[in-house]
């Protein structure tokens, strides 16, 4: 019975120095700029809901669409400051300014071409419940 205590003791002491190389790491944290924009990208999905009224899909979109505006303005705009200042500093997930700036740019083009898209359909839903757009 005393063997078997001490191999489950063992056992619970050597689970925590495993993890400890993975949680000591800048891939623990998340980047606060691209999260942002995934919580932006869940907005968006919100306006292709069938499940919402056609008007509150349209209020989605316009959502998404200011969120991004505000999010170039004073996000994105911070982070140029930091390149064009030479600052090398990287964030706490370990990426430079530079390369945040790179993973922006792919994620707003995917999103700034779906919201488009989205757009480009919301007449054709929209004139389904006699709504027009003049």
Known sequence: MESE???VIEEKQAAPQAALPAAAGPERFINRELSWLHFNRRVLEESVNPGHPVLERVRF???????LDEF???RVAGI???????IPER???????????VLINQT????????????????HVLSAVRIVLV
């Open 80 to 86: 140029k400051a930091q390149v064009r200042e030479g």
């Open 91 to 101: 964030s706490p997930d370990g990426l430079t300014p530079a390369e945040q700036l």
């Open 108 to 123: 707003v083009s995917k999103l700034a071409s779906d919201q488009q898209a989205i757009w480009r359909e919301l007449p």
């Open 5 to 7: 205590q001490a191999i």
């Open 61 to 67: 979109l316009s959502i998404s669409a200011n969120n």
């Open 72 to 74: 170039f303005m004073v």
